[in-house]
């Protein structure tokens, strides 16, 4: 799958951030769009029980997530979390996975 990402105005401008909302993160963008909500759960035995992420690994995301502008921008490397499966073209600046 291919996504092109120089087509047209940006519609999420940068810089994005995040912010606390009860069990998770919440991305948003300098507008104030709200682009991703992303929790997890609070002890082991709920991840374990319902396999879904712990709130630590949801900050995580939630981090990488608000990375994802200056990636695509070439200005700083991907984070270990984002490197695989999909990449950045630098040939086309394609979003490749």
Avoid: H
Wanted: glycine share 8%; charged share 25%.
């Amino acid at each position: 799958m291919v996504v092109s990402l120089k087509r047209g105005p940006r519609r999420f401008p940068p810089p994005w951030r995040t912010e606390p909302i009860p069990a998770g993160r919440l991305v948003v963008d300098a507008n104030g769009t709200r682009l991703a909500f992303i929790y997890g759960v609070d002890t082991r035995a709920q991840t374990t029980m319902s396999s879904t992420m712990n709130f630590e690994q949801a900050v995580g995301v939630a981090a990488a997530v608000v990375e994802l502008p200056a990636v695509i921008r070439g200005e700083r490397p991907a984070p270990v979390s984002m490197q695989a499966p999909f990449r950045v073209d630098e040939r086309d600046g394609c979003f490749r996975w």
